[in-house]
Structures are given as C-alpha cells and as structure tokens.
C-alpha cells in the first residue's frame, strides 16, 4: 500500500461490509507497463461506459471545427506522454467564447508544449461545464491486488478531502457503500448518486480486466444525474 491509511482503510472495509459483498477479487502479479495515450483511453473508456466527451485536433483548423460543432463555450488542454500537471504547467485554458480565442489558446498552448519539451503534445477540446462538486475514482495495485478508491477531486480536495477504498471488481451494492462512507453525494439526487455507483462498477470491471496498474479518473463531474469524466491517466501493468 502507498500510505498506512490506505492499509487500514481497506482492511476496515473487508472486516465491515464482509466479502461476500465484493466480487471475487483479482490479483496483479505484475510491475507497472506502460501509459496508455490519451487516444487509448477515449477508447477503452467508450468500451466501458464512461462518458470522456474529449476530443483532438491535430491542427488549428480541426480545432476550430471541433468547437463549431460541440458549441462555444469550451476548454481546451494539452496531453502528452510525459503526464504532467496540467494547471501548474499553463497546458489548461477554460471558457474560450469564440474562434479567435480559440485560435489564440492553440498557440499559446502548443508553444507552451514546446517550452516544456513534451513528446508528442495533442490539443484537445471539450464543452466547458459548469463544475459544482467533483469527485475522482483513482486504482493502484498493492499486495498483488487491485484497489479502487473514491473521493473528493478538482479544487474539492483542497477544503473536504474524503476518500474511501475498496477492491476491484466491486458489486453495485459495495460500489454505493463506497460513496456512502465519504458522505460526499449529499447533495446528489438518487438518480445521480446509483449513476456514480454504476460508474464505479465499471471502473472496477475495467481496471480488473484491462490490468490496470494506476489509475486516476479526476475531475469526475455530475451533469444532471450524469456522472462525466473530465480528465485522467491509466498506467496497465507490465
């Protein structure tokens, strides 16, 4: 485990909920592999059912289109290899209104790719949401087994960083367990909340199958009672 905390979290779990409540678990015999590329994880994610509306322009013109058809305003962020911060590395921009905006954002983003020196830089584009709560569904492997944690995510973790762990895969009912112990869905209609749950699920179902090493789904979103994945990095095992 990364943290004494996250050992006990875990082993807390098992000894309440009981583990006739989660699905057999599967074990992870092997180091970390490689990223998976931003590309590869739209994909992966449309098998899965989670909703990643992100899409690339490989040149100003394709970005200028993509913003056309999905409506201004929209975000738009750099990926690259390397996985770096995104915000703290100027690869972010928010609430672009217009094509000359836009047209601006890509140069200024591709430079800043450049001055980083980062492989292979794709720009993206995504409808710019309005965020009320965020939350982040990550996954490591520790002891030979996958964990999935839920918690806070964004700028929710900088004032109520709530965290709960389980193991992968996870049935519906440890999955709406999960969220109930951060106390973090208060403010979610049941709809949403049994939503966020069955995302859970299939995060867990996919870090099983895929052999996920790390993974971090984070800002994860509610848009009426959909839960929507804003960003995130997956690390397959070796």
Not at 159 to 181: G, Q, V
Not at 190 to 205: D, E, G, I, K
Request: net charge negative.
């Amino acid at each position: 485990f990364c943290s004494a905390e996250e050992a006990a979290n875990v082993l807390l779990r098992l000894r309440k909920v009981g583990l006739e409540h989660i699905a057999s678990p599967v074990f992870c015999d092997r180091g970390a592999g490689r990223t998976l590329g931003i590309e590869e994880i739209i994909e992966l994610f449309s098998r899965y059912g989670i909703e990643f509306p992100i899409a690339i322009a490989h040149d100003e013109q394709e970005a200028v289109s993509i913003a056309g058809v999905i409506g201004y305003p929209v975000t738009a962020k750099i990926y690259s290899e390397e996985g770096v911060h995104k915000a703290k590395s100027g690869l972010i921009e928010f609430w672009i209104r217009r094509e000359d905006e836009l047209r601006d954002a890509y140069h200024r983003l591709m430079s800043r790719a450049v001055e980083l020196s980062l492989s292979n830089p794709l720009f993206t584009i995504s409808r710019q949401f309005n965020i009320s709560a965020e939350f982040t569904i990550g996954s490591f492997s520790s002891l030979q087994t996958h964990i999935i944690m839920f918690g806070s995510g964004g700028s929710m973790v900088e004032f109520c960083n709530r965290k709960a762990y389980s193991i992968s895969p996870m049935s519906m009912e440890e999955a709406s367990r999960l969220i109930s112990d951060t106390n973090l869905s208060n403010a979610l209609s049941a709809n949403a909340t049994s939503q966020l749950a069955a995302l859970l699920v299939n995060c867990s179902r996919m870090i099983a199958e895929q052999h996920v090493h790390e993974m971090d789904i984070n800002p994860i979103i509610v848009e009426g009672d959909r839960p929507v994945a804003l960003d995130a990095r997956v690390r397959l095992c070796a």
